[in-house]
Structures are given as C-alpha cells and as structure tokens.
C-alpha cells in the first residue's frame, strides 16, 4: 500500500519536474528534426523572457510595497481591476505603470548623440537579457548548456556597464556624464571581486559549467546540512564578497552611485523618459535577477532542495525560492542604507574586498588540500579556515573603518 | 567590528516592516478620501460670514461693514462696500450692511486676524478645506451669498467656541434690552403717553430653526 | 594626500586648471533639483567630482518680506512671519512678538511664557527630526529614515494644529501673550507625545547614527573652524558643532529659560556628523526641558489684558528681539515711528547667514559631500529669500 503511494508520488513528482520540458515537446513535437531545434530555443527564449519580465511587473510593486512596509507606508493599494471597485491590494500598479510609459512623449535631446541615445537602452537590455542564458533554472531546466557558462556569464554582465556609459555620454548632461564616469569606475572596481569571489567555487567544483557546479552541490551532511557552497567557510565568505559585488554592479543601494538622485538628480537616466526609461528599468531589474540567480548557483545550491524529503517539490521552485529571498535582502538593503561615495566606494572595492577575495581563494586551497582530513581534525579544518577569514577581515576592516568611529560629546558648563 | 552599525539599521527596518503589520503605532497612514481623521474643534481655512437666521442669510449678518477686517486683513483680501441705508439686525437695531462682500480666497492665507479684530463677532473661521475648482479666477472669489452661513453651523464646526460666542452675545444684548428698557421706562415716565412697546423689539434674536443644514460648499 | 580608510582627510584641489590638465567642469545645481530643498541653486565648478568652486545663488523666493513688513501693521506682519522658516513657525512667532513687546513695553503673564518654551522646544524637536530626516535622505537612505522622521514630526503638527488652528502657520503668538490658552487635553497629549519621544530618537539612532556608512559619509567632511563660525556670523546648532559654547537661551536667558535646567552639547570637530549630532542631542535636552514645563506650568490668563489688538501704535523707538530658534539666531528689528506700521522691518535669518560659509565648508569635496552639507546647515528657502 505504502509503496504504491511512494510510487505514485515519486511519478507525480518527476512528472512536476519534467513538465516544463514534457510541455515544451509536446508542443514541438510535430516540426521534423531540424526545425525541432530552433522551435525548442525560441520557446525557451520567450518563456524566460516572459517569465522574468512578469517577475520584473511583480517586483516593481514587491519593491515599493517592502520599501512601504519598512518606512510604516501601506505602500500603493490604489489601482486594481480597472473599472471595478476591485483594488487587489494595488496589484494592478505595474500595469498601469507600463501603460503611462508608453504612452509617455519620449524626448530627446537636441543636443544628445541621436543613435547612441536609442541604442543605450537596447543594448542595455540585450546585454542583461543574455546573462540569462547559462542560469538552470531547475533540473535540466537551462536554457544554454555551455561548458564555460560561468565565463559567459560574467562577460555578458560586464557589458551592461558600457550601456550604461553609452546613455551617459549620448544624453549630453553634465549629470549624465558624471553619471557614466561613476558607473565606469564602479564597473572596473567591482568586476574584479565579483570575479575573484567566484574562483574558488570555479576551483573547487572543477567545471566552468554552471550546471555542473549545482550537481557538485547535491547531498546532504549528516542528512540535514546541504552541500551548498555557503556552508563552507570559503562559501561563505565568498558569497558575502559575491554579495556586496552584485548590489554593486546592479547599481543597487548603497552602491547606486551612477542614480544617486539626490545628487545626480536621475544620473545617466536623466535625459531619459517614456519607455526608454522603462527599458532601463527593467534591464536593471534583470541584471538583479540575473546576478541573484548566479548566486543561487554558485553558492546556494542552485536548485537544490534544503532538506531531503522536500524534494518531492520540483527543483524549479527552490530556484525561484531562493531567488525571491535574495531578491528581498537588496530590498531589505535598499530599504536601510545610505550610499557611499564614489571615492569610498572603488576604495571599499579595491582595499577590502579583493584582499579578502584573494584570501579566500587561499581558504578555498586550504579547504581543497584537506579534503580528505576525517574525524576530529576535521574540526581544525574548520577553525583555520574560519581564522583565516575572519582574522584579516577584522584587520582589513578595522584598518578601512579608521578615523570613523561614534563620537561622546561634552556639554557645555 | 565593521558593518556592526550596518546589521543594527537592518534590524531596525526588519522590526518596522513586521511592525507596520500589526502595530497601528507603526503604521499611521490615513487613507484620505474613505478615512478621514476628525478636524480638530480649532482648526481653521477660510472665512465665512455669520448670519443669524438660515432662512434669511442675506437679512440677517452679523456684519456691520465697519471695514476693520478690510483694513486689518494682511494680504488685503477682503472687498467691503457698505450700504447706504440701514437695516434692522437681529436685535432689530438698525445698522448698516455690507452690500459686497467679497474675500479672494485665491489671496487669503487663513491668519484668522479678520476674526480676531471683529467687533461683532460677524466673521468666523470655515473647516471647509475640501475647495478644490477648476477656475482659479471667478470661483475663488467668493461673494456675501456664499460666505454667509447660518450661526447653526458655527455651532457645530467649533462648538466651545460658538457657545462662548453666543453666551456673550445675548449677555451684551440683554444689557442692551435693559439699558434701552430702562430707557424706555425714563422716557415713559417724563411722557406718559409715548409709544409702548420699544422694549419689544430688543429680544435675544439667536434663536434659529434647528433644523437648517449647513450649505454644501 | 593619501586617505588610508574610507574617511577622507581633507581637501585635495588640484592648483593648475590648463589644458594639458583637463577642462573643470560647470554644473549648475539648482533651482530644479531634489536635493537643494528647495528653490536654491548652487554653480558648483567641478575637478572631476571634486568642487573647486561654489556659488550660492539665491533670492528665486524673495517675497518681499521686510518691505511687506513696512506696509502692514505690527498685528498684519505677524502670520507672515509663519512663512519664512515655514517649519519653525512658532519660534518665528516668538521672535516677532518679543521685538514688538519690546518695542512697546508689553508685559506678557507668566502662563504664556510657560506655553511659548513649551511651542519653542516641541518646535526645536519638529525641526531637528526633520533635519536628521532630509541629510539622511540627501545621503541616498532611500526615504527610511526621512519617513520615520516625517511620522513623528506629524504628531507634534497634530498638537499644533489642535491649539492654533493649522500645522505649519500658526500664526498663535500675540503681544502680550499667546492666542488661545492650551487646554488640559492639550497638555495632556503634548505630555505623552514628549515621553514618548526618546524612545523614538533611540530608535532612531539605532537606525542610522551608528551606521559605518552614514559615519564615512559625515565624519570630516565639511568642517568648518570655530573662528570662521564666529566671523562669519554663524549661530545655532551649527555653531555649537564647532565647540562654540553660544546659546541664546543661555546667553539671553530670554523668556523664563533661566529657570530651566538642561544642557547644551559642544561638537569638538565641526564636521557634518557633529552637526547632525549635535540636534540629535539637542533634542534629548528639549525633552528635558519639556518636562520641567509641563511640570511647572503655572495657571492664570494667558494674554495681558492691558494689550490691545487693534489700534497698536507702539511709542517712538526701536528694539531687537532674538530667540535661538532651531536653526539658529532668528531675530526681529524694528524701528517705530509711531504709526501703526513700523518705519523699517528687518529679519535676521539664521539660515541665510548660516549659508553663507557653504563655500568654504565645500571646497575641495565632492558633489555628493556637497549635497549632505548643505543638508546638514540645515535651510529653509523661504527664511534665506524672505
């Protein structure tokens, strides 16, 4: 009886799991072999991009809603089913959005670079559409299966930057030009901690291939700690690194320096209105979700379920789980920290977090070379790991955070 | 250790997003047009022009047009022309009237001097602030007929103070009554035969239908 | 000069502008921006991103207060008063009303000068909660700490409004006293809002003043030095920031200060944290004095029954009245001539003339520095163009 009940799970669980694949030849299934191929890209292209420009609709109202919620705000609860009473707690918020930026007059500039000024925001959002390429989604559920997807990944995401720089320069504002000069420096200082925070992972699961590092973390210790790379102590410390990198490159608080609106006032999206300025929005959403979604892989496990007998639920959802939960610490962030400036900013990149980048890597070493170290000494393999980590992040940060320091006042006698 | 101060903000905000939940501390939001909170009893806007009697409004203002609000008002935003003959007020006395009587409110900036300096209690505070118009020229000028409104509505847009208002008022006007009763009385004496019933006509005049509603601004 | 950490060590202007070294750069920062609070404008010229030089530009709000002021009647310039530090109408009030009692020789019972400290002090809070919220917010803080400052500062326009009449232009100080008495409601509200308020500037503090950010930000940036702060006329908490121990409710002891008992906190660097810390501590004294208020308060008429309302023609001759307002020295000058408006009218904006050293405080920082310190001088465009 029993096992027949675990037979009957176990078949509807796999069939949950391969559904978005099952569907997707079902419907291809009837094109000869060559075309099969193409057919089968392009659905898996416009189901992502659907996909994550839906996420992009929802996490305009999350976004204001959590930032609502954290400042005592209800947030937008006005626009609903339109021409009903109907509010659905402001749901409908996106898509009148969508329909005001559209409908917007999009301005240019006399002045601006006319070509330029058009191509930044589809070469912006070109370029973070194509990070999504290399990311599985679930088991089996990646759109491109490339040997190298990490270095794909990386070399797609680094382009944005440049988009972001060519909407600065072509607006022809000052602001806009400061703008991109900030988000230039920024690319350059934190492109090389993202990228070094990741080796260690790169080294250790021996493989490029982003699917191939989620199958290196499958299994559980003891029956209940997974293997993901965050609960190693160079995981750790890497995906902070990997962390503090991505709000940086998504130019998310407290690194929105290029936006910095109260200084620049809408930085390189100064001269930009309608649906230009959509689209950067929503590529700017994407290269969030994009570099969630890498963390996801290369730490948390990518779509790995946390404990064993959740399996039963399909792995695309722990992806999209964990996805969401990052999604919320950059609101959570956002929502809590001012900014840094510049200056503060390549200095936090270069002096602090490629050091410790370059630290971990010799944790991640250190961590490879005792691997086969059982019983207690495994206990020392963990103290000195952990004591080189956190011994020159104490050193480097007290070293970063001198001269700053809460002051005691006197009062006057 | 650095990023300490980072993590205790973040907490903070974490306590606040659950706290906007379930603390109504928290979350003080009032969401205008369904919710309203209810205006605090001194709360001012714009003047309006109390007049004793709802069924009547344009016979019965207290005003005197005497101009001191005119001459007091700082941004100049009150018109006055007075009239040339007089009228019975609601004490039945004759007084003049204000024959215009316009306030910009476009112009005014709701100081309440214009109350303040009134000797006859005549011009009040409004709480209406809901005045919005899509004409900024001819609906913001406002005449006698819309300022004039009925002393019931004093009443309840301040009550304490249209009580203190109203006790004062038929204190000074049984005052007036005995003082011209008493006059009366005198006359009466040194002429027997003079017209009775002066005295009549100086009764406390504030009483007005109670059922008179505010008029809809 | 080399900065080891994230704080700055001062200012690095580059001496030589030629063409071999670059173009420095004009950027007019103003009227139109989202942090200039209001309709100022600064033309900043830039090295970079650091400011090698800055001019405020002013006067797109000129209202012509002070001729205005000759116009009107001594009574007539009163609610105009609310609108120049429009967040601080009730010290403005204040200020008005002393020049003129002075002017005139008004008495005013010792009730309202209870109810004046008590306006004064929940004043000094609204405005320093509301600059704690406005540099956090010129810091890039995404509006979290601007709206908690915002949800208290609304409760005490709520008391405000419930004993003037409106939240911002009061418009409740008279000669020879105060409007309308405060009701023991009031009072009672006013009470609870004041013993609840440490708890929210803990909080607060908790929030944002140990934040390693918002110290990288502040600590050393803008410093201004004790004896430009004297030259250069500047008052209030900005003054103090620097070490200066001047506080007209000390110094003057105008009102009934001198029987209160509190505090008044020096900053030892000058810098932008210090003046923020400096009206975060500020406030920790108002809440004492509020206290000793509320305790204290006396009974008995609040308006000098011999002060007369219409018909004021104070005697030929002048006075100066000044009280620390929140954001500084804000004082009244009047000469009369015996007429009902007086022969000149002058206003002395804290603000205006706390401005004046933004230059100095700027040089050599950065466009984002130069945002937070003027957020942190703390103006209010309609009290620097009157």
Known sequence: MSAAWTNIATSAHSLLERLPLLARDFTTDWLPESARWLANSLITIATVVVAFASLFALLTIVERKVLARVQNRPGP????????????????????????????????????????????????????????????????????????????????????????????????????????????????????????????????????????????????????????HVFTPWGAAGFAIFFVAALAESNRSPFDRPEAESELIAGHLTEYSGFKYALFFMAEYFGMCALCGMGVTLFLGGWQAPLPFLEIIPSYFWFAAKLLTLLFVFMWIRATLPRLRIDQLTRLAWKFLVPLALINLGVAVFWALTADWTGAIRAIRWIVAGALIVGPFVLIGRKLSSGIAPRTYRYAT | MLGSGLLQGLAVTAKNLVGSFHDPARLTTVEYPEQRT??????????????????????????????????????????????????????????????????????????????????????????????????????????????????????TIHPTEAAEVDARLAAERKAAAEKAAAAAAKAAAAKPAAVAGLGEAGAPGSSTPATTKPPAA | MIASGLQTTGAHVREVHDDFHGDLLEVS?????????????????????????????????????????????????????????????????????????????????????????????????????????????????SG????????????????????????????????????????????????????????????????????????????????????????????GPMLRATGVDYDLRKVDAYG???????????????????????????????????????????????????????GFRPKT???????????????????????????????????????????????????ADAVIILGSIDIVLGEVDR
């Open chain 1, 77 to 228: 609860n006005r626009v609903g089913i339109p021409f009903t009473k109907i509010k659905l707690f402001g749901l409908g918020q996106p898509l009148a959005d969508g329909i005001k930026m559209l409908t917007k007059e999009d301005i240019v500039p006399r002045a601006a670079d006319q070509v330029l000024h058009f191509l930044a925001p589809v070469a912006l959002l070109a370029f973070s559409i194509l990070t999504f390429a290399v990311i599985p989604f679930g088991r089996q559920l990646v759109p491109l299966e490339l040997d190298a997807g990490v270095l794909y990944f990386f070399a797609a995401g680094a382009a944005t930057e440049l988009a972001v720089f060519m909407a600065g320069w072509a607006s022809h504002n000052k602001y806009s030009l400061l703008a991109a000069m900030r988000a230039l420096a920024q690319l350059i200082s934190y492109e090389l901690p993202l990228l070094l925070s990741i080796v260690p992972v790169v080294m250790l699961a021996g493989s490029l291939s982003t699917v191939g590092i989620v199958e290196k973390q499958a299994g559980w210790t003891w029956g209940f700690v997974p293997h993901w």
């Open chain 3, 256 to 310: 009934f200060y001198s029987r209160f008992a509190f505090r008044v906190p020096l900053g030892d660097h000058g810098d932008t944290y210090d003046r923020y810390m400096i009206r975060v501590l500020e406030m920790r004294e108002s809440i004492e004095i509020l206290q000793q208020a509320f305790r204290d308060l006396p009974a008995g008429p609040i308006m000098d029954p011999k002060a007369k309302l219409r």
């Open chain 3, 144 to 235: 979290t700490p601007l709206m908690y400052a915002f949800r208290e500062r609304e409760k005490i326009l709520d008391l405000f409004e419930s004993l003037s009449g409106s939240r911002m232009m009061c418009n409740f100080q008279r000669f020879g006293g105060c409007r309308t008495d405060a009701s023991p409601e009031w009072l009672a509200a006013a009470k609870k809002l004041t013993d609840g308020y440490g708890a929210f500037l803990d909080e607060y503090e908790r929030l944002i003043t140990g934040n390693e950010i918002l110290m990288a930000r502040t600590q050393g940036v803008g410093v201004l030095k004790p004896d430009l702060a004297i030259s250069a006329g500047i008052t």
């Open chain 2, 38 to 155: 209810k205006l605090p009893e001194a709360y001012r806007n714009f003047p309006f022009l109390v007049s004793e009697n709802a069924t009547d409004p344009m016979g019965t203002l207290r005003c005197v047009a005497c101009q001191i609000c005119e001459k007091e008002c700082p941004p100049q935003c009150i018109y006055i022309e007075k009239s040339k003959d007089k009228k019975p007020d609601a004490t039945g006395r004759p007084q003049l009237y204000p024959t215009v009587f316009d306030i910009d409110t476009s112009v005014c900036m709701s100081c309440q001097i214009c109350v303040e300096v009134c000797p006859f209690d005549a011009i009040k505070m409004d709480q209406v602030f809901e005045i919005a118009t899509t004409d900024r020229f001819t609906a913001l000028l406002l005449d006698r007929e819309q300022l004039a409104k009925p002393n019931d509505y004093y009443h």
């Open chain 3, 317 to 367: 001759g002048e006075a100066y009245g000044r009280i620390e307002g929140p954001k500084g020295e804000i004082g009244f000058y009047l000469i009369s001539d015996g007429t009902p408006n007086p022969y000149r009218y002058r206003v002395r904006p804290p603000s205006l003339i706390n401005l004046t050293v933004l230059e100095d405080l700027c040089l050599g920082h950065t466009v």
């Open chain 3, 29 to 141: 920062m103003g009227p139109h921006h989202p942090s200039t609070h209001g309709v100022f404008r600064m033309q900043v010229t830039l090295d970079g991103e650091t400011i090698v030089k800055l001019k405020p530009v002013f006067g797109y709000l000129h209202r012509n207060h002070e001729k205005l002021g000759e116009n009107t009647s001594y009574l007539g310039s009163m609610p105009y008063t609310d609108r120049l530090d429009y967040l601080n109408s009730m010290t403005n009030n204040w200020a008005y009303a002393l020049a003129v009692e002075k002017l005139a020789g008004q008495p005013v019972p010792e009730r309202a000068e209870y109810l004046r400290i008590i306006l004064a002090e929940l004043t000094r809070l609204l405005n320093h909660t509301c600059l704690a919220g406005f540099l956090l917010q010129d810091s890039g803080a």
